[in-house]
């Protein structure tokens, strides 16, 4: 079905942290892109919570071998564990009637296969996007009882439950954010999640703008758990540099801070503290040589970085970015 790169773990045999609690297993899904920001990620969880043991899942489709050989390097560096599985959806009967009649692409699906993918290793598994930064302690967490729940989610910024609510006809007024899922697994795999999510987003008649998100919440919609905003602290980028802001506001409480919005915290050229948060956690993995984003890579982010300029008086720039972004649209 997949192969684990890594020697699967013995559930019989899970290994236990200083503090006394078995290993805490997060996945990820991330493409040779993501690795660098991944790696901040763990980091961040690893330096906020000593004394606990991680077992980390990475799903993709292919993954470098230099990719491969730093995952394995975190072994040697923390107390944790890593396993890779390589993904070949082609083998998971259920996405049969799906690949070859959808305009989606593979790689949104690669969550949903999680709890496949892990049954027999773990009970249960938090699922992380990669631009996720940890800030704070995870016990409430691991010590959390979910024995009773098919998975434990946060709410979306208020405008865009509403919003999401309203365009998908959702009978109970609850829409999540699809970056952090506390997955009980074998509840998951017996209430057929996965494939009544799948027949979700072929069946639907409305618009799935966040295509596995939306339809995660169609099924889930008042059968899911919901717990504190700060446990995926949404922090837009964009909303601090239309008015020149690049001071890290108060996040507060929180426990992950999701820079969910089209800059991330990796983009040096944003010229935003967040890169400051962020490379401090980069130094602690064995990413750590990989620099931040210079500059723009693509047509958003050339459009983005003009209109910044424009907006902190220095038009020169603005027109320069702008003229590159022309050119790189009109090349595709």
């Known amino acids: 079905m997949n192969q684990s790169v890594n020697q699967p773990v013995n559930p019989q045999a899970a290994p236990v942290g200083s503090n006394g609690k078995p290993s805490f297993h997060i996945a990820f899904c991330v493409d040779n892109n993501y690795f660098r920001a991944m790696g901040g990620t763990i980091s961040s969880i690893i330096d906020n919570n000593p004394g606990q043991h991680f077992t980390f899942h990475v799903l993709a489709f292919e993954v470098s071998e230099d990719h491969q050989r730093r995952l394995r390097q975190l072994e040697d560096m923390y107390p944790v564990s890593t396993q890779l599985h390589l993904l070949d959806l082609n083998s998971f009967t259920q996405f049969s009637h799906f690949i070859g009649h959808s305009h989606y692409s593979l790689s949104i699906f690669t969550r949903l296969v999680i709890p496949t993918v892990l049954k027999g290793q773990t009970d249960r598994v938090l699922y992380l996007d990669a631009d996720i930064l940890c800030v704070n302690k995870l016990d409430e967490m ?55 999510t799948l027949d979700a987003l072929l069946d639907s008649k409305t618009d799935m703008r966040f295509n596995d ?14 717990i504190s905003p700060r446990w995926n602290y949404l922090y837009d980028l964009i909303h601090d540099l239309n008015v020149n802001k690049f001071a890290l506001r108060p996040v507060g409480k929180a426990v992950f801070v999701h820079f969910a919005g089209a800059v991330k915290p990796w983009t040096d050229w944003s010229g935003h503290d967040a890169r400051h948060l962020f490379r401090k956690y980069l130094s ?16 958003k982010e050339m459009r983005m970085h003009s209109r910044f300029m424009y907006r902190q008086g220095r038009p020169l720039e603005s027109l320069k970015w702008y003229i590159r972004y022309l050119r790189k649209r009109a090349a595709k």
Do not use: C
């Not at 865009?160 to 007024?173: E, I, P, S």
């Not at 993995?285 to 723009?296: C, I, K, S, V």
């Open 142 to 196: 691991v010590d959390m009882d979910i024995s009773g729940d098919i998975a434990v989610v946060v709410p979306d910024a208020p405008v865009t439950l509403q919003r999401r609510v309203a365009a998908l006809g959702l009978k109970h007024n609850e829409y999540f954010n699809g970056g952090v899922i506390f997955i009980n697994i074998d509840k998951w795999i017996s209430e057929d999640i996965t494939k009544q």
């Open 284 to 299: 602690l993995t064995p990413w750590a040589d990989m620099p931040l984003d210079p500059e723009p890579k693509n047509t």
């Open 213 to 226: 998100q939306d339809a995660l919440n169609i099924v889930l919609n008042g059968r899911a758990r919901y």
